[in-house]
């Protein structure tokens, strides 16, 4: 009986065939060959998948209940083209999905994340320690490439020149401004809540002997206008989804504020096409409080503080790539992972690799760069591709 009710319920996840195995019987869902098969250990209940069929199925996933047979990438890809019919009770789930957008609660947030070890990332992300999307300009091209040409692509955004002030807002492990000193000898400033990603940007500042060139501040993007510090440039990378929907304003008048005239901000997020408040899985494991924008709702807010945008460009297919690569070079290091961690540590983290991966591949989620200027410059090129 409660074996039936789960599989009327999982019936409605139709649009692409596959097969679910229990204990002692099969069921096909959908018409036509199967593309996947699933076997369940342990079917979750009905209350937890009404509750957040997300959170039901991925900690199905981590704890061993649920096995795919074949690729967990491609299996995921042909699924989660069908999100919008998963279940989330949004008011049993308020606090997770609605949670505050305090100084104090995001900084945990963001440490939640970034500072699990630096040990752990350099496990499976490049030499470049670089968390965000490449750009792969050649089929032929390495991550390590892809990262290289992403921030060489952004540094030309930008349109640098020897002596101006940078700051990037979420600067990570620091590998954008050290590229940006060394290019373009700009005086940069970096800003993270990560006590992690601090300490290893100072390390590298110290061993590129450009501490003449560079600092790093712990310092939440809110407390920059304070600094009284003004800055030819400014560019985010990944960091506008720790932000929250509700402080999105604020956060485009903090960059303006520190922006001078004129002046160049490239923001660089994960975007999606309508507003969501985000998925109830990924917001209690991987990112608390992330929250991913829309590109209509950014271009707003820029547009009535006079930001003008002069540059919009998608790269969610590049994104795709590179997490793809990053799970092939989790896949090769899993062992370490699990001495590391867990068992369950793992699978919550190929999970989350391989299910980002496809829902940028079904257009789930987009990645959007942005480039503005505050308020007017007529002293930039006019060709697009400067």
Not at 200 to 207: G, L, P
């Amino acid at each position: 009986m409660f074996e039936q009710q789960f599989i009327n319920f999982m019936e409605k996840f139709d649009s692409v065939p596959f097969t679910i195995k229990t204990q002692d019987h099969t069921y096909q869902i959908g018409k036509g060959e199967p593309t996947f098969s699933v076997f369940f250990h342990k079917v979750p209940s009905m209350s937890d998948l009404l509750t957040s069929t997300s959170i039901a199925l991925g900690e199905a996933y981590m704890n061993g209940d649920i096995e795919i047979e074949g690729d967990l990438y491609n299996a995921l890809n042909m699924f989660l083209g069908q999100l919008g019919k998963f279940s989330t009770d949004s008011k049993k789930l308020k606090h997770l999905i609605f949670p505050s957008l305090s100084k104090k609660t995001q900084k945990e947030e963001v440490s939640s994340h970034y500072d699990i070890g630096n040990d752990f990332y350099k496990l499976w992300l490049d030499d470049t320690l670089s968390y965000s999307c490449g750009y792969f300009s050649k089929d032929t091209d390495t991550l390590y490439d892809a990262q290289c040409n992403k921030v060489d692509r952004i540094l030309e955004k930008l349109y640098l020149k020897e002596g101006m002030t940078l700051c990037d807002i979420g600067c990570g492990w620091g590998f954008l401004l050290i590229e940006a000193a060394k290019k373009y000898h700009v005086h940069g400033v970096g800003i993270t809540l990560s006590q992690e990603q601090k300490k290893k940007f100072e390390e590298r500042i110290h061993e590129e002997h450009l501490e003449n060139l560079l600092e790093v501040h712990l310092l939440d993007y809110r407390d920059l206008p304070k600094s009284k510090r003004k800055f030819d440039r400014i560019v985010s990378v990944g960091m506008l989804e720790h932000v929250g929907r509700g402080n999105y304003e604020e956060f485009m008048s903090c960059v303006k504020s520190v922006l001078k005239p004129g002046g160049l901000f490239l923001l660089h997020y994960i975007s999606a096409l309508q507003e969501h408040p985000g998925d109830a899985w990924i917001k209690k494991y991987i990112f608390p409080g992330g929250v991913i924008p829309s590109l209509r709702e950014i271009i707003q807010i820029a547009g009535d503080m006079r930001f003008y945008t002069i540059d919009v460009e998608s790269l969610r297919r590049h994104y795709n790539k590179t997490l793809l690569e990053w799970n092939k070079n989790f896949q090769a290091h899993r062992a370490e992972v699990v001495e590391m961690f867990d068992e369950k540590f793992a699978r919550m983290w190929e999970l989350y690799l391989c299910a980002c991966a496809a829902t940028f591949q079904n257009g789930i989620i987009d990645l959007s760069q942005i480039l503005f200027t505050n308020d007017v410059n007529n002293d930039l090129p006019m060709t697009r591709w400067y």
